[in-house]
């Protein structure tokens, strides 16, 4: 390894309190624990600051910096189209700003494709470190993040399988690093949670959560379908974490239409504490995503009920650590849910294989990749 360690800037794409910010922080609190405080810098200031306020690294926050979108998440509409191209004149005086002088820039998403490009241009001995967390689209927007990274990226990593093979850059080096979380951080704390203490969820129902973006594509409605059959059961309640109270359209309808068995919270950093609480998670996603709240779940005994979709599929192993249903197959998802309801049994098997998988899978010891990764891309610098 160089002595002394590589000087790193661990650039964020998004603001909020999402699975890349927390995965990110993962990776940084290891890393400057080992080496020393680094420099981690967001797009813009927002609630993602208050996860970060305990890191020794120094945080910086851009204010007009825009990720370029082309991932199957994101998705593509107009607006989306204009800030990606008005996005592009915030890039030189980003890299004047916030991107020169390191030996190694980490970037989070391939959305950040550009502030690469910058840097590879006029800093060529830096070395571009890509975390791909989002499968891109097969379109001309996919295509142009795809053009970038051939011209930018030293190394990539990605979050499972899928997205490594949707990348297509063949001629660029890289691995499959699954997303992970500290054990000794994901620890159950019953009784704490918000909905817990919510005096119309109380301490003895069985608690289902949505943890994830409210989105369409991440199955709220699927979420919200499966609640409705059940709403006749005083023993159960659903809970959605991630309301922003800025949905918009359909979604906005749904849940201001949802049962009384229907709780809504908003997104929070003290994910242990609230995700933990749970009994069981849905994840009806419906584009291919890799969940962090699943492994974070696992992790904290909590099992989990998934689409069969590539990227959340490699999360799970169906009849062990929670199942597997059909894609779209809402009827399923909530057969399988009774099932685990009506079996404690099969709830305290299924809870200890899930945690057995997050240690074995998703747990510290895949930082030890990303570390050796940052640290032979330095060595590499000419």
């Known amino acids: 390894m160089p002595s002394p360690s590589p000087k790193v800037l661990f ?3 998004s603001n909020h309190n999402g699975g890349a910010p927390r995965s990110l922080k993962q990776i940084v609190t ?3 624990a080992e080496f020393g405080p680094q420099t981690v810098l967001f797009i813009r200031p927002g609630a993602v600051l208050e996860t970060y306020k305990d890191v020794q690294s120094k945080v910086i926050c851009g204010k007009v910096l825009m990720p370029f979108h082309g991932s199957e998440v994101s998705g593509m509409t107009w607006k989306l189209a204009v800030r990606n191209i008005l996005g592009l004149l915030t890039v030189p005086g980003a890299y004047v700003k916030y991107l020169r002088g390191y030996d190694v820039v980490y970037l989070n998403s391939s959305a950040l494709c550009f502030y690469g490009l910058m840097v590879k241009t006029f800093s060529p001995r830096t070395r571009v470190i890509y975390h791909i967390r989002e499968p891109l689209l097969h379109n001309g927007w996919g295509a142009v993040i795809r053009a970038a990274l051939r011209r930018s990226a ?3 990593m990605a979050i499972s399988k899928n997205e490594m093979t949707n ?3 063949p001629d660029v080096p890289g691995e ?4 992970y979380v500290h054990s000794t951080d994901y620890q159950p704390q019953r009784g704490n949670s918000l909905h817990r203490r919510d005096p119309k969820v109380g301490a003895d129902k069985f608690v289902v959560g949505y943890f994830a973006r409210v989105d369409a594509k991440n199955g709220i409605q699927d979420f919200l379908e499966i609640a409705r059959r059940f709403e006749g059961d005083p023993t159960v309640a659903f809970c959605i974490y991630g309301h922003t109270g800025q949905e918009k359209g359909q979604v906005q309808q749904l849940i201001a239409a949802a049962g009384p068995n229907v709780h809504v919270y908003p997104m929070v950093s ?3 504490v609230n995700l933990g609480d749970l009994d069981l998670l849905l994840v ?3 584009a291919p995503h890799f969940s962090r709240s699943v492994i974070e779940a696992a992790m904290l005994g909590v099992p989990s009920i998934i689409y069969d979709i590539v990227s959340v599929n490699e999360t799970v192993k169906d009849g062990m650590t929670g199942f597997v249903v059909p894609l779209g197959d809402v009827a399923a998802m ?3 849910m009774a099932q685990i309801m009506a079996d404690q049994a099969l709830q305290t098997r299924l809870s200890a294989a899930a945690h057995d998988f997050a240690l074995e899978s998703f747990s510290e010891h895949n930082y030890q990749q990303i570390r050796d990764a940052i640290h032979a891309q330095a060595s590499a610098r000419t």
């Open 11 to 13: 650039f964020q794409h």
């Open 30 to 32: 290891a890393y400057e």
């Open 154 to 156: 030293d190394y990539v």
């Open 167 to 169: 990348l297509r850059v």
């Open 176 to 179: 499959v690093v699954y997303n």
């Open 270 to 272: 003290d994910v242990p």
């Open 284 to 286: 009806p996603f419906r």
């Open 334 to 336: 909530g057969d399988r």
